[in-house]
Each structure stands twice: as structure tokens, then as C-alpha cells.
């Protein structure tokens, strides 16, 4: 199973929006509405941000949403903010308990 | 409320095993999956395998079938991985990640335990 593909990088300057891609095959993204996005910071754990392609959970931002289209899921991340420099990986469901990740996106904010 | 704490950090040399622990309070164990997730240094996520408690049973990435072992304790309520066989390129940070039985997103994660592999 072949990691999902994301930008390395995308950037954007305060109060922006920028948005993160996602890319997988017929065998996780296109097939399942099962997309989950993961913040992680420096030496810590992931945090999950969406679930279910577009779920946010109640304690995060609403600056934060999902989409997908066919084989490709985004995170948008709206009025961006210094705090949300941070790397960021997708994951989708593939099938037979398994699970594949993106290979990250780390985000710099200008 | 969820916790997932996990043993401390390895040092191993190649061709040997390693067993990391991660216990779990806060959840009703039998219904909660715990997957492994390791993280290669300034590489990004990589998902290794999963346990259900509830069926005693795991599923594993194709790369890592026959050199992973991932089993639950119930009465311990602690999840376990072990790897056999370690190579220098084994060397990665392991998280132990929850997930409600029924849904497919990790709501909880552990903190980590760092496996260096090194003769």
C-alpha cells in the first residue's frame, strides 16, 4: 500500500486560507468516506482535526474544514494563524481493517 | 477521560526484538481499537497494524506481516506490538493510536516511545 500523496509543503500569510491535497487510488480514497486529517507538532502526537472526509470534532476550530472529490481529499484551513504552523497528514481507510497515511504536508505560515 | 500511556524508550541491536506496551484507561478496552503508527525520524506517519480487544484479533500492513505482533490484554486493558528481527531502519518514534470500534478515525493517541536500533 503506497502512502497517499501530499504537497511537502504549502505556505500562506496571516488571516489567508490555504488549502492541503490528498491523493489516493480507487482502493482507499475513492472508495470510502473515510478520510481523517491529523495535526502534529514537533516532538508531539498527532491530533485529529477531521474525520469522515468533512466530521470536525466539537473542540477544534471551525477554521479548519474537509472536502474530497473523486480520488482527492483537502483540508482547507481558513484565516491562518501563526499557531498553525505545524505538519499535517490525511489518512484513508483501505480496506480489510487497513489503513494507509499521507506522506505530510507541512504548513509555514509567512 | 482517554489515555493511552506507553512504555519507555528502547535501545535494541539489529536482529533483535522489541516489545512496546500501551496502556489504556478512560475506555471501555473491548470495544476500542488500538492501531500502531511509527514514525521514521523527519519522515512522516506510517500505519504497522491493529487490534480489536473484543475479537482478539489484528490486521497488519502488508510490509510488516511476519516480523509484527500486536496483541491485547484485556484484564490489563494494555495493547502490546512487538517487532522481531530489527533493523537499523527500524529505528522510529511508535505510537499506540484509539479508535471507537465502528469508526475509522483515531480520536487518541499515545505519547510516543522512541526504538533505537543500533549495534
Known amino acids: 500500500q503506497s502512502a497517499l500523496t501530499q504537497p511537502a509543503s504549502v505556505s500562506g500569510s496571516p488571516g489567508q486560507s490555504i488549502t492541503i491535497s490528498c491523493t489516493g487510488t480507487s482502493n482507499d480514497v475513492g472508495n470510502y468516506n473515510l478520510v481523517s486529517w491529523y495535526q502534529q507538532f514537533p516532538g508531539k502526537a498527532p491530533n485529529l482535526l477531521i474525520s469522515g472526509d468533512t466530521e470536525r470534532p466539537s473542540d477544534i476550530s471551525n477554521r479548519f474544514s474537509g472536502s474530497k472529490s473523486g480520488y482527492t481529499a483537502s483540508l482547507t484551513i481558513s484565516g491562518l494563524q501563526a499557531d498553525d504552523e505545524a505538519d499535517y497528514y490525511c489518512?484513508?481507510?483501505?480496506?480489510?481493517?487497513?489503513?494507509?497515511f499521507g506522506s505530510g504536508t507541512k504548513v509555514t505560515v509567512l | 477521560q482517554v489515555q493511552l500511556v506507553q512504555s519507555g524508550a528502547e535501545v535494541k541491536k539489529p536482529g533483535s526484538s522489541v516489545k512496546v506496551s500501551c496502556k489504556a484507561s478512560g475506555v471501555t478496552f473491548r470495544s476500542h481499537v488500538i492501531s500502531w503508527v511509527r514514525q521514521a525520524p523527519g519522515q512522516g506517519l506510517e500505519w504497522m497494524g491493529g487490534i480489536t480487544p473484543i475479537f482478539n484479533s489484528a490486521a497488519y500492513a502488508h510490509k510488516f506481516q511476519g516480523r509484527v505482533t500486536i496483541t491485547a490484554d484485556e484484564s490489563t486493558t494494555t495493547a502490546h506490538m512487538e517487532i522481531s528481527s530489527l533493523r537499523p531502519e527500524d529505528t522510529a518514534i511508535y505510537y499506540c493510536?484509539?479508535?471507537?470500534?465502528?469508526?475509522?478515525?483515531?480520536?487518541?493517541w499515545g505519547q510516543g516511545t522512541l526504538v533505537t536500533v543500533t549495534s
Open positions: 489518512c484513508s481507510y483501505a480496506g480489510n481493517s487497513a489503513y494507509v
Open positions: 493510536a484509539g479508535r471507537v470500534s465502528g469508526y475509522y478515525h483515531f480520536d487518541h
